[in-house]
């Protein structure tokens, strides 16, 4: 066996109370795909923004061949060799691809013959990409490129991907794989950080699995199951969900008729003629890669953006016109994407964010004043229900872990039993076990009599819970179809916009 590339060892980093690597020790070999496992807050991100130079550590050191570093800054870290792609992306919308990538090169690197190796690098990874086009103009697989063009144009030797196919499609995720494969043929070492246990399992060499901040194993992942990785992570039995029984279903309870909405702003995407129906009893799954109007169409559900009053449809009332007040009282419920600041205010504790969620419909208000103890007991059963980990409905809810505040604003509004559910990346940012939690409360809350619509990047996800399925591809829905009809390369497709059609007239009962 090579000797080791990278090694972090005895790594330790506390966060106040919070021991968030405790004693962690990795090693990733030259020409190795190392994955880096864990829930959330078990100390994966932390670990690695050691490793970038973000983020010194208490005790523990890194070496490279062999060799002590200590990087001060991700500036440090880059100049050494070490690479990072990260989650969400960083680029400026207004800016140039080239832009966007001069931007981490040193200044004297200048923008000469930058395009030139742009478009080399591009080629030699079959990442193709155009060095002079605007960054908004980009799909979310193409900003995906410059974000790996970028690392790779500072000739890193050791590479960090995190969560790297969380906005891509099938097919889009094969050529990355591609790309990685590639890479390590020519010896870097690869640390990937993924909750998709299955592409873990295809890809990687060797797994480390973090538990509390400490490393409880490293395996080889082609030898456990994904639900048996899962159980490692998580130090406990997950458990599979119930599928929908697919035996739905009743009266349409949301139904669209050539809903058309112009772009909010220069980078949103509008609607074109969107038309389809939701029974109750159902899960209608919407499939799309983040960016072709997956934000647009949860407003218009929820009321957040106004459009002609015979476009929504809820319960049989024509409320396209009407605000998310008189959709709630109609007995619809709405989860946003965005948990901080959309879903949840932070500064505010939980019992007053779930009754801006419930300030419109009886129950929790005495002759025009909060019925506080009502407000509390409602908050409580919440935190019970779903296992939100907090210290009580009086705690702040940026006091609350990113999960735990998802289990928390999706508990509000599955606790009421609402007819209708619509429901926006329901488990982003969830560790294994919350994920389960979550997604077998949306099928229970379907097989009793709801309508749900759930509007989701996460293929698996999606697979795993709707009766059927369909595609938000540049602002134009594919006509829904049972799930058992669309296998990943069909639905891959359909998200990239390939075969595109709108439901039109076609409601499919």
């Known amino acids: 066996m090579s000797p080791p590339l990278v090694s972090l060892d005895h790594i330790t980093r506390r966060f106040g109370a919070?021991?968030?690597?405790?004693?962690?020790?990795?090693?990733?070999?030259?020409?190795?795909?190392?994955?880096?496992?864990?829930?959330?807050?078990?100390?994966?991100?932390?670990?690695?923004?050691?490793?970038?130079g973000l983020i010194q550590p208490d005790s523990g050191s890194i070496s490279l061949d062999g060799k002590a570093m200590r990087f001060g800054s991700p500036q440090e870290a880059r100049a050494a060799g070490i690479g990072m792609v990260f989650q969400h992306f960083s680029l400026f919308e207004n800016l140039t691809v080239a832009e966007n990538i001069a931007l981490v090169l040193p200044a004297k690197a200048g923008l000469k013959r930058l395009d030139q190796r742009i478009s080399a690098i591009a080629t030699r990874y079959g990442l193709p990409l155009d060095p002079q086009r605007p960054v908004w103009s980009l799909s979310a697989g193409e900003r995906q490129r410059v974000e790996i063009v970028r690392a790779l144009i500072q000739e890193p030797r050791v590479l960090v991907l995190d969560e790297p196919t969380s906005v891509l499609t099938p097919q889009e995720a094969t050529t990355l794989f591609a790309t990685l494969k590639r890479?390590?043929?020519?010896?870097?070492?690869?640390?990937?950080?993924?909750?998709?246990?299955?592409?873990v399992r295809q890809l990687c060499d060797r797994a480390s699995i973090l538990r509390a901040g400490r490393l409880v194993a490293t395996c080889d992942p082609k030898a456990y199951s994904a639900h048996q990785l899962g159980e490692l992570m998580m130090g406990r039995d997950i458990g599979a969900v119930r599928p929908p029984s697919g035996d739905a279903v009743g009266a349409v309870r949301l139904r669209l008729k050539d809903l058309s909405l112009a772009a909010p702003d220069l980078h949103g995407v509008s609607l074109h003629e969107i038309s389809l129906e939701v029974r109750e009893g159902e899960v209608l799954g919407v499939a799309g890669i983040a960016g072709n109007g997956q934000s647009e169409l949860f407003a218009a559900l929820s009321g957040e953006s106004r459009t002609l009053a015979e476009a929504i449809v809820i319960g049989g009332h024509a409320v396209g016109d009407q605000g998310i007040n008189r959709r709630r009282a109609l007995d619809a419920a709405f989860v946003p994407e965005e948990r901080n600041g959309h879903a949840a205010v932070g500064a505010m504790n939980l019992a007053d964010n779930l009754f801006l969620s419930r300030h419109a419909l009886p129950g929790l208000l005495r002759h025009g004043f909060i019925d506080k103890?009502?407000?509390?007991?409602?908050?409580?059963?919440?935190?019970?229900?779903?296992?939100?980990?907090?210290?009580g409905p009086e705690a702040a809810a940026r006091t609350l872990s990113g999960g735990n505040l998802q289990k928390f604003v999706v508990g509000r509004e599955l606790a009421r039993q609402p007819r209708l559910l619509v429901i926006n990346q329901p488990t982003w940012g969830v560790d294994a076990l919350a994920a389960a939690a979550i997604r077998q409360a949306i099928v229970e809350l379907a097989t009793r009599g709801a309508a749900v619509l759930v509007i989701s990047q996460d293929l698996d996800e999606l697979y795993e819970v709707s009766d059927r399925l369909c595609a938000l591809a540049h602002g134009h829905l594919s006509v829904p179809r049972p799930a058992s009809e669309l296998d990943r390369s069909a639905i891959g497709l359909l998200m990239g916009g390939a075969n595109q059609f709108t439901a039109g007239a076609a409601h499919v009962s």
């Open 373 to 391: 103890s009502a407000l509390l007991a409602r908050t409580d059963e919440v935190i019970a229900g779903f296992d939100v980990r907090t210290a």
């Open 18 to 52: 919070l021991m968030a690597n405790d004693d962690v020790s990795l090693a990733v070999l030259p020409g190795e795909i190392h994955a880096l496992l864990g829930e959330n807050g078990a100390g994966k991100s932390t670990l690695v923004k050691i490793l970038y």
């Open 183 to 199: 890479l390590k043929a020519e010896g870097k070492a690869l640390i990937y950080i993924s909750h998709k246990l299955e592409e």
